[in-house]
């Protein structure tokens, strides 16, 4: 390119100077300071003026701007720093002295900012006012259902104890870390022991909120039947909700026509040998993201897939016997899922249809899993159905 602009200099022609139509320059030394020189000069006009108060505004702008760039950068590579929503920029900028009384705004809104508010999460706002001593109980017990573990629940956790609850989670026997082979189990008691065990140990006159996922359901039922005067209340997340006489199997399996991608995902596990019943199911793990995972993060996804365990198959045969005396007598809530491939929307209206609970809440956008693709949602469910007062005898 330089050796290109060469060449086009040598070939410019010459031009000759026409003479000067401006005023000859008055006799004297030249100004040679700044100041000699601006007064040398002839006064702006108003117009020139005008457009020099108009580039001060726009740099004026154009300051405040970088200003808040900076300050929204900072916040997003620091997540400590909380944004004063009340100004339009934090970052001090000095009047500037041209125009002391500038109508440009310093601030979006006129509200007086609350200081207690503008550091409030949203899931901090929904129990800013909550009064945990005025609830039936704050104690919530989550029960993961087949092939999870209490790991699953690690949001749903942190929430709940951020808001001032009191959170068990619960291993069921061979899931999660807990060390009995999946293939070994053989009743639903023995499945359900670490919950049940946690129930008779504790004190008379306390109270829980049992919160079943998926089978998880059938093990907080069975609990329920055993320890009513404990069970506050029941809720079932996308979960098997029995009635007297079913099996978790039975309710699975009300759907005309079985779910293709479930079948296609299950791996039947023969630990008493081919000629013998399935012990345990096994999911393929690559079907894992479209069948429990499918709004869920790729972080959440990896959690799971090597996490997860085999379903032992004895508990989900075995038909529950269920009391209106013991199990009717606790408050059940069901939260459907709606966008869950595991245990479809119509799936799910069948189970409530067939044993109606106190209320339904909807998780809109909610895949199979929603401990994991919708906490803040599934958080705010939990809290508002622990304020929902009990029910007068």
């Known amino acids: ?166 959170v068990d989670t619960i291993d069921l026997m061979g899931s999660g870390i807990h060390s009995s082979d999946t293939n070994s189990i053989t009743s639903l008691a023995l499945y359900v022991k670490p919950l049940t065990d946690f129930l008779e140990k504790l004190e008379d006159g306390r109270k829980v909120i049992l919160v079943g996922h998926d089978f998880g359901g059938a093990c907080i039922s069975y609990a329920m039947e055993l320890f009513p005067s404990k069970v506050a209340k029941a809720i079932f997340i996308a979960a098997a909700m029995l009635t007297n006489g079913q099996s978790t199997l039975d309710v699975f399996t009300q759907q005309t026509g079985m779910n293709d991608l479930m079948r296609k995902a299950q791996i039947f596990l023969y630990a008493n040998g081919k000629d013998q019943p399935p012990t345990a199911i096994d999911l393929d793990k690559t079907l894992l993201k479209d069948l429990l995972f499918n709004q869920c993060t790729a972080k959440d996804i990896a959690l799971a897939s090597v996490s997860m365990r085999p379903i032992p198959i004895a508990p989900v045969w075995e038909k529950l016997s269920l009391s209106d005396a013991k199990y009717g007598s606790v408050q059940r809530f069901y939260i459907k899922t709606q966008e869950d491939c595991a245990l479809p929307s119509l799936l799910q209206e069948i189970i409530i249809s067939s044993n109606p609970p106190e209320q339904v809440f909807q998780l809109k956008g909610s895949d199979h899993s929603p401990f994991f693709s919708k906490p803040q949602s599934l958080h705010r469910l939990l809290v508002e159905i622990s304020k929902i007062p009990p029910k007068r005898v």
């Not at 039936?136 to 989550?142: A, D, P, R, W």
Request: positive net charge; hydrophobic residues 35%.
């Open 1 to 166: 390119m330089g050796n290109a602009f060469a060449c086009l200099s040598s070939h410019k022609k010459a031009v000759s100077k026409k003479p000067s139509k401006r005023a000859p320059r008055p006799a004297g030394p030249l100004p040679t300071s700044l100041s000699q020189r601006r007064n040398a000069t002839v006064s702006p006009s108003p117009s020139r003026r005008k457009n020099d108060n108009r580039l001060d505004d726009d740099a004026l702008i154009r300051q405040q701007a970088v200003a808040a760039a900076i300050l929204f950068r900072q916040h997003q590579r620091s997540n400590s720093m909380t944004l004063d929503r009340s100004n339009s920029v934090v970052y001090p900028i000095p009047a500037p002295s041209w125009n002391k009384h500038s109508n440009l705004p310093r601030s979006a809104s006129t509200r007086t900012g609350s200081l207690s508010d503008s550091h409030l999460k949203p899931h901090q706002l929904l129990t800013k006012d909550l009064k945990l001593d005025e609830l039936e109980t704050k104690h919530f017990v989550l029960v993961h259902g087949g092939g999870f573990g209490a790991w699953c629940w690690y949001k749903t956790i942190a929430l709940l104890e951020e808001a001032g609850f009191e």
